[in-house]
């Protein structure tokens, strides 16, 4: 069974399992056939990846997920391999498929082994427990094997999914297996790409199963993956006017840096002009060693509304803080009309005071999420998904979501960007995220464009920059020149 690309389009665990009963029932695909292409396209994995592996330990529960499993011995005993087997299910619990893998098994003189809590020593483990769908924490006997598996020095192979993984958020349940590879079946499940997914799901690998593309058609997808859109050539004649002016509107007291990295970025980025509205005393000290942004002192909206009037785009948040200043500033950028990137501060003074508008971007992270929504952090965390498009339901326009696994929530759809790294776990990375997408809005992008663009690109500089100097460590400042790279 052939491995495919990542596809764009992603989906709920419930709409998989639909798309797997489509295939059965409508287009008579035994449910037997498509356990024997996963577990095919599972072995193939493992023999690509791990070619000079010897033995084997295959975990496998009592659904269909352990039913791949059980193929998937038999497919590697025949391949000469030393094959251990871990049983968690008794037999005659087993679904009818999982049974018939089972004896399959079995009949290949293959030797079952009842796990009771043992130590692990083999090339590579599969991990084929429990499937998609978990709906409760992971408890016993399963939570024993689960952390026998990662406390086992030998790779990993998820059948599916990590067992423990919830599939539709992304989210740990008790516990979850540590993959280094995962392979996963009919339709990437959206869970896999946000959240606490990426320290669980290692590589990603997809297999269509061989479905025919007429059993897609009946379902919508829950989301996609943001796929890079490459900017317009610029044309000969062109000038600074015809890439907009950004206007940053933050940096007090204490907080300058803030706006000096957004207004960098959305240069970087490709805006033709950009201003930064700041404290007085900022403004003659902000673009020092940047002459190229305009830095004007203000001291309240009336100052305020000149810069207004010649920005195509406008960015409030960065540094802004939530003295009278910033809530004179705030109130007046309200009032613009212009097309907004609400970020930091700004979303928190929008929290004291909700509204709606469909001509702005609000890029919260989960702390600022949470005040939007008037729950807690760790309820935003436990559905992302959930949380964004309550988000973007009670404040209109498109939000962002920041985090492992960015969301971007719009009237149209919801999307993933899974560029990025734990090294954008530092100061300033919000900051030049909203200078990028207010600098992609200000060339001539949709909000819903420049979100998603915007945030593939702001965290695929990140990677760039951590894969020459490391994770650790990295700064705001170092994206900047790989955003060129981006845009250009």
């Known amino acids: 069974m052939t491995l495919q690309k990542l596809p764009a389009t992603l989906y ?124 409760r924490p992971v408890t016993g006997l399963y939570a024993m094997a689960i952390e026998r598996i990662n406390q086992s020095l030998a790779p990993v192979l998820a059948v599916d999914n990590p067992s423990g993984l919830n599939t539709d958020t992304g989210t740990v349940m008790g516990c979850a297996v540590k993959a280094d590879c995962t392979v996963t079946f009919i339709a990437l499940k959206q869970g896999l790409f946000t959240g606490q997914a990426a320290d669980y799901c290692g590589e990603i690998r997809y297999a269509d199963l061989a479905l025919p593309a007429a059993v897609f058609k009946a379902l919508s997808p829950s989301a996609v993956r943001v796929i890079k859109t490459p900017l317009a050539p610029r044309v000969r004649y062109s000038h600074k006017g015809d890439f907009g002016h950004v206007l940053i509107v933050g940096g007090d007291f204490g907080y300058s840096g803030a706006a000096r990295l957004a207004g960098e970025a959305a240069l970087r980025i490709g805006a033709g002009l950009v201003s930064i509205a700041t404290r007085p005393a900022h403004a003659g000290l902000m673009n020092v060693g940047r002459p190229e942004l305009m830095c004007h002192g203000v001291e309240n909206a009336e100052h305020l509304a000149v810069l207004l009037e010649k920005a195509s785009v406008v960015v409030i948040g960065p540094g802004l803080g939530q003295s009278d200043w910033a ?49 807690s952090t760790a309820e935003i965390q436990e559905d992302r998904f959930a949380a964004v498009l309550a988000l973007q339901n009670k404040y209109k326009g498109v939000v962002l979501l920041k985090g492992a696994g960015t969301l971007i929530a719009s009237s149209m759809e919801c999307a993933v960007s899974t560029t990025g790294n734990p090294g954008m776990a530092s100061g300033g990375m919000g900051d030049v995220l909203a200078g990028v997408i207010a600098g992609l809005l200000a060339q001539g992008l949709d909000l819903k464009e420049a979100a998603q663009q915007g945030a593939l690109g702001h965290g695929w500089a990140a990677d760039l920059a951590a894969g020459r100097d490391g994770e650790r460590g990295l700064l705001a400042s170092d994206l900047m020149a790989y955003l060129r790279q981006w845009s250009g």
């Not at 056939?33 to 023999?47: G, I, N, P, S, T």
């Not at 212009?338 to 004291?352: G, T, Y």
């Open 12 to 135: 709920r665990t419930e709409q998989v399992r639909e798309l797997d009963r489509i295939a059965i029932q409508d287009f008579a695909i035994a449910g037997l056939e498509l356990m024997q292409r996963a577990a095919c396209a599972v072995f193939q994995q493992l023999k690509n990846k791990w070619p000079k592996a010897k033995s084997v330990a295959i975990f496998c529960g009592g659904g269909n997920n352990g039913g791949d499993g059980y193929i998937v011995a038999r497919l590697a005993l025949e391949a000469g391999l030393k094959v251990s087997v871990y049983s968690l299910t008794d037999v005659d619990k087993l679904s009818a498929d999982a049974l018939t893998a089972y004896q399959s098994f079995r009949e290949a003189q293959g030797v079952i082994t009842v796990f009771q809590g043992d130590q692990i020593i083999v090339d590579v483990i599969v991990d084929a427990l429990l499937g998609s769908g978990l709906d």
């Open 327 to 375: 809530k004179a500033l705030f109130e007046s950028v309200l009032r613009s009309q212009k097309p907004l990137i609400i970020d930091a501060d700004a979303l928190n003074l929008l929290a004291q005071k909700p509204s709606m508008n469909n001509n702005w971007i609000l890029t919260p992270h989960p702390g600022e999420a949470a005040r939007l929504l008037q729950c």
